[in-house]
Structure formats: structure tokens, C-alpha cells
């Protein structure tokens, strides 16, 4: 019995190692960026310009292959909430990316990032996003929203659209987010060893937090 319980266990530690955490994560709709620069939310002078920093926020993501799964993020990154009348769905969003800040949970992995096999920094310093619109869900419940924007990761350019609870505080605005991209639609095509392939689902995780000043 003990044999058996033991098998049991280990066949448990194998299959969760082998999951893959995009499966059931919402996955981010892709297209062709928006051409017209009216598309493209800019600050305007009735918006109140929230700072987005590490010191309030985090940007991270979960990769995997088919033997386990990795997390990380990003330390350096600059945004800014440009918050309209307290209102999400008139407001913007913006971040920017320093690419040789990414960071993984081995360092030996943190490295091979940093490499043309993955996100080539040398190359693609920086990734943005520009967000095009925010759309109320009311059907996911109080506070979600689809949020709509431009994504420019290593060379590529898309627009992408993912949901979002967004929630505007007496302090501040928060935003929380967790889907799923395909790192291929990006130009990310490594695909590791013929063993072990990383998959194309990629998770990413925003927790922004974004203080307002005080009067």
C-alpha cells in the first residue's frame, strides 16, 4: 500500500509540473495595431496624469515547457494613468518597458532572456504599451472592463485586447489583470529543446497601483 501511495504522489507532482498555467487563463485577442494616431489615447487636459513605477506596481509573467513552468518579471517599467473624471472607460493607459530588467525564478534562465533566442535587449530595449480604448463588461461583473491597446514587444507590433479590473479609489487606481498572449505572435520563436518545447502561451500578470496626488 505504501508503494502504491507513493507512485500516486509522485504521478500527482508529475502532472501538476506538466500543466500548463496559460490553459485557463483568458487569452488576449491579437490584430493588426491601430494605423491612425486619433485611435491612440493621449493625455488631455482634462486628464490627471497617476505615476505607475515598481515602487507601486508589478509587471510579471509565468512561462512554461513541458517539463514545468517559470515565473518572473520585469523591475524596471514607467507608466502613467491618465484618469479622466474618475471615469476608467474615459481615461488611458500607458507603460514602458525596460527589456534587460526581465527577471526569472534561475538565474541561468534570467540570462538566456536577455539573449536573441528570447527578448534580444541589445536589440529591443524597450516594449510599450498604449492603451487605444477601455470598454466597461458589465456581463463579468462590477469594476471589469476590456482593455484595448497597442503592444510593441520585440520588434512587433500589435494590438491586443485583455480584461481588466480596474477600480478607482479616494487614494488611487488600481488595476489587475491576468491572460495570456502567444509569445510566437511576437517574434519569440525559440523553442527549446526537442525533449522539453516551451510553449506559446505565455501568462502576464498586472497589478498596478497608481496613487492619486494630494490635494
Excluded at 498555467?21 to 483568458?26: E, I, R, V
Excluded at 517539463?67 to 472607460?89: A, C, Q, R
Amino acid at each position: 500500500m505504501q508503494k502504491i501511495a507513493f507512485v500516486i504522489i509522485l504521478s500527482c507532482i508529475f502532472l501538476a509540473s506538466c500543466e500548463d498555467p496559460s490553459a485557463n487563463k483568458a487569452k488576449a485577442q491579437t490584430s493588426e495595431p491601430s494605423r491612425s494616431a486619433a485611435n491612440t489615447q493621449t493625455l488631455t487636459a482634462a486628464a490627471v496624469a497617476l505615476p505607475i513605477t515598481p515602487d507601486n506596481s508589478k509587471v510579471e509573467w509565468t512561462g512554461s515547457k513541458v517539463t514545468g513552468k517559470h515565473d518572473g518579471g520585469f523591475t524596471k517599467f514607467s507608466g502613467t494613468i491618465g484618469l479622466v473624471n474618475d471615469k476608467p472607460e474615459n481615461s488611458s493607459v500607458s507603460v514602458d518597458i525596460e527589456t534587460a530588467s526581465i527577471y526569472a525564478n534561475v538565474d541561468q534562465l534570467t540570462e538566456h532572456l536577455k539573449t536573441a533566442d528570447f527578448f534580444d535587449v541589445q536589440k529591443f530595449p524597450k516594449a510599450t504599451f498604449a492603451s487605444t480604448k477601455i470598454v466597461p463588461d458589465s456581463s463579468a461583473g462590477p469594476d471589469t472592463y476590456n482593455v484595448t491597446g497597442d503592444l510593441d514587444l520585440h520588434g512587433v507590433k500589435k494590438s491586443i485586447t485583455f480584461p481588466a479590473t480596474i477600480k478607482v479609489g479616494p487614494d488611487d487606481v488600481t488595476v489587475n489583470s491576468e491572460f495570456s498572449i502567444n509569445r510566437k505572435d511576437f517574434g519569440l520563436v525559440y523553442a527549446g529543446k526537442a525533449d522539453d518545447l516551451i510553449r506559446d502561451g505565455v501568462v502576464i500578470r498586472l497589478d498596478l497601483r497608481a496613487p492619486k496626488k494630494k490635494s
